[in-house]
């Protein structure tokens, strides 16, 4: 069955340092792959999203995830943070044919001032 | 555009109560989704629906639970009766329904609280 691992459950870094969560996933094709964050009290924010072509994508907020095939990951990165970037990150996979998305159990990430 | 719409944003309400939730997905979305969110289990799929019609409902927990979509632009998740252990965030989201192309909007959701 296809799934995504978000190995770390929380993740404390200092503002202005970079940041990277990790995400690993389970399927067998080429799947789509997605960021997303929540803020406190709010739904949740797309970030990014790779669906084909160039692994390293581009997103919101400064934000870049980059696919590895070969490692079945899709780590997101920020060169550096900022208070405001303190949430929840959700990785998630789109399965090709199927419309539902299967979310990792997310990261959430403090930052120390 | 409005984005997913989500009413009411915060429900209080007594065990043994009906309780409905709405969602308004974006206008000329064709698949909409029911998830709930605790601490516990994290983010949960529900049901989904595309054109109207449930597609996958396995993530029902049980029948206390039930979703309908009469029309393109609303769908309702119901629990009758409530339960304490329903306690939790619900998010409607909403996507295109091209099949090759899964990108879903997130309403803002409702907390549901049952005493």
């Known amino acids: 069955a296809q799934s995504v691992t978000q190995p770390d459950i929380h993740i404390t870094v200092s503002e202005g340092a970079s940041l990277e969560l990790r995400c690993n996933y389970s399927?067998?094709?080429?799947?789509?792959l997605f960021w997303y964050v929540q803020s406190p009290g709010q739904g949740l924010q797309l970030l990014l999203k790779?669906?084909?072509?160039?692994?390293l994508v581009q997103g919101i907020k400064g934000f870049e995830a980059e696919f590895k095939r070969s490692q079945s990951s899709f780590n997101l990165r920020k060169p550096s943070v900022h208070w405001s970037d303190a949430a929840e990150y959700f990785c998630?996979?789109?399965?090709?044919?199927?419309?539902?998305?299967?979310f990792g159990q997310g990261t959430r990430l403090t930052i120390n001032p | 555009d409005a984005g997913v719409i989500q009413s009411p944003r915060h429900e209080v309400t007594e065990m043994g109560q009906e309780v409905t939730l709405r969602c308004k997905p974006i206008?000329?979305?064709?698949?909409l989704f029911w998830y709930r969110q605790t601490m516990m289990r994290g983010l949960e799929l529900l049901i989904y629906?595309?054109?109207?019609?449930?597609?996958?409902d396995s993530g029902m927990p049980e029948d206390r639970f039930s979703a309908k979509m009469p029309n393109a632009s609303f769908s309702t998740l119901k629990i009758q009766p409530s339960e304490p252990r329903d306690s939790a965030v619900y998010f409607c989201?909403?996507?295109?329904?091209?099949?090759?192309?899964?990108?879903?909007?997130f309403g803002p959701g409702t907390r549901l609280t049952v005493l």
């Open positions: 989201a909403s996507s295109l329904g091209d099949r090759n192309y899964n990108e879903q909007f």
């Open positions: 399927y067998g094709a080429t799947p789509y």
């Open positions: 790779y669906f084909s072509g160039d692994t």
């Open positions: 998630a996979v789109g399965l090709q044919g199927a419309q539902k998305l299967v």
């Open positions: 206008s000329g979305h064709n698949s």
């Open positions: 629906f595309n054109n109207n019609v449930p597609i996958d």
